[in-house]
């Protein structure tokens, strides 16, 4: 009897040091599932889709989901994640957003012909967080927008329907869209300078956390206007904080449980095989 209670005090010990080394290590690194890195490079070749500069950047893939809105077939979007990665110099920011689209939709010149598109919506105050749809009167959002057909746009925006574009925009975009039916994929960058060109556009020299969210509309679809897949608020942690890779801590989690769950199931077969005995 003796030696049965050494071994499940020895199992229980080992169990114990096994959920500890597992659970604890990953938690130092891992960081919320809202967060997305900011690189920090000295230089940048990352003004193009496939420049050699993103292969270091890391990537988060954005969940998005209808828009809510009124317009009709809001709850009819396509486009369901999007990878985002962003890389900051002493000067500009560049994010580079890439998602899935069997169809390349860059003409738009009929009734029922519309374009794929992507946004980035900033807060054009970035003390406090507006509504997601857009901003609100006295929390505005910065909104810089591509579109198949139209190019580049930057926009101010205070609500649904208050969309007001800016006369000079200052964002730059590329595009380029590679693959071919499934394997298809939009890669969208844009760039601005850090420092707000004017009133009423973010200052991305913010010391704290920057908010950002995306949306990306499927022109075959017919998606266009309020009918688009978007993301809820993510965030830029210019104010520092653990940069490791989403979710770890839950995963390592669980493989915690499952490992004690075996050593606690092999014990108690030994114990009950030994007592047999």
């Known amino acids: 009897m003796a030696d049965h209670r050494r071994t499940l005090t020895l199992t229980a010990v080992l169990s114990a040091l096994i959920v500890v080394s597992t659970v604890a290590a990953p938690m130092v690194s891992a960081r919320p599932a809202h967060e997305i890195p900011v690189s920090e490079v000295s230089t940048a070749d990352l003004a193009e889709p496939n420049a050699d500069g993103w292969a270091e950047v890391p990537a988060s893939d954005v969940p998005l989901s209808s828009a809510p809105s009124s317009v009709p077939n ?58 997601i749809a857009m901003g609100g009167p006295d929390n505005r959002v910065n909104v810089w927008y591509w579109s198949g057909s139209t190019g580049t746009q930057e926009l101010l925006a205070g609500g649904a329907g208050s969309t007001t574009p800016f006369e000079n925009p200052t964002v730059r975009t590329n595009a380029s869209y590679t693959g071919t039916g499934g394997n298809a994929t939009w890669a969208v960058v844009y760039s601005r300078q850090l420092d707000a060109p004017s009133e009423n556009r973010t200052d991305l020299r913010t010391d704290g956390d920057l908010d950002v969210a995306f949306a990306v509309w499927n022109g075959s679809n017919g998606e266009r206007s309020g009918q688009k897949a978007v993301s809820e608020w993510h965030y830029y942690p210019f104010s520092g904080g653990p940069q490791g890779p989403p979710y770890e801590t839950l995963l390592w989690t669980l493989a915690g449980i499952a490992i004690v769950a075996v050593v606690g199931v092999t014990s108690f077969g030994i114990y009950r095989t030994r007592g047999a005995e």
Do not use: C, G, I, M
């Not at 500009?92 to 794929?116: G, I, Q």
């Open 74 to 131: 809001a709850d009819d979007t396509s486009v369901e994640a999007v990878d985002v990665q962003a890389a900051r110099t002493d000067e500009r920011l560049y994010v580079r957003l890439e998602w899935h689209d069997a169809t390349r939709d860059r003409n738009a010149s009929a009734t029922r012909e519309f374009a794929d598109a992507v946004a980035v919506q900033f807060p054009a105050n970035t003390s406090s967080r507006p509504p």
